[in-house]
């Protein structure tokens, strides 16, 4: 069977898994970058671990966790486990911000706009989670 002759054979990728690829690769470059400020000890990163009524010092744990998830999340095979961690992980977020009164959309909410964008990422290059969690047939 000719590819060219039918497009709509296994070899192409489909237009909703590239831009799944795309949204995820967006989302776990931003949390790697938030994670690399936490390892590498940045004073605004440490600030405002205190601002949120940490001790600077857990920014670095909170890093590795986060780095953690990350790897697990790009890698294709734990994708759902990394994606299960960071949700986790961005719950923590929401309760940190809600814990200091910071501003619901702009501050708090921001966690959960990041975790929707990941799963839709993930959903887009994986279908099949739409069944799993019993959302399609």
Same mark, same amino acid.
Do not use: H
């Given at each position: @069977?000719?590819?060219?002759?039918?497009?709509?054979? %296994?070899?192409? *990728?489909?237009? $909703?898994?590239?831009? $799944?690829? &795309?949204?995820?690769? #967006? !989302? $776990?470059? /931003?949390?790697? &970058?938030?994670?690399?400020?936490?390892?590498?000890? &940045?004073?605004?990163?440490?600030?405002?671990?205190?601002?949120? +009524? /940490?001790?600077?010092?857990?920014?670095?744990? @909170? +890093?590795?966790?986060?780095? !953690?998830?990350?790897?697990?999340?790009?890698?294709?095979?734990?994708?759902?486990?990394?994606?299960?961690?960071?949700?986790?992980?961005? $719950? +923590?977020?929401?309760?940190?911000? @809600?814990? &200091?009164?910071?501003? =619901?959309?702009?501050?708090?909410? /921001?966690?959960?706009?990041?975790? !929707?964008? @990941?799963?839709? +990422?993930?959903? #887009?290059? %994986? *279908?099949?989670? =739409?069944?799993?969690?019993?959302?399609? %047939?």
């Amino acid at each position: @069977m000719d590819t060219a002759a039918n497009p709509t054979t %296994r070899t192409t *990728p489909r237009l $909703g898994a590239k831009i $799944g690829v &795309v949204i995820s690769v #967006l !989302v $776990g470059a /931003f949390l790697a &970058v938030d994670a690399a400020g936490k390892l590498a000890g &940045v004073s605004q990163v440490k600030e405002g671990t205190e601002a949120l +009524g /940490f001790p600077a010092d857990q920014a670095l744990v @909170m +890093g590795v966790v986060l780095t !953690v998830c990350v790897v697990a999340y790009a890698v294709p095979r734990t994708a759902v486990l990394g994606g299960l961690g960071i949700t986790a992980y961005l $719950g +923590g977020a929401v309760t940190a911000n @809600m814990r &200091v009164e910071a501003p =619901l959309f702009s501050a708090t909410l /921001f966690a959960v706009y990041l975790g !929707v964008l @990941m799963w839709v +990422g993930m959903v #887009l290059r %994986r *279908p099949e989670l =739409l069944r799993i969690a019993g959302l399609a %047939r």
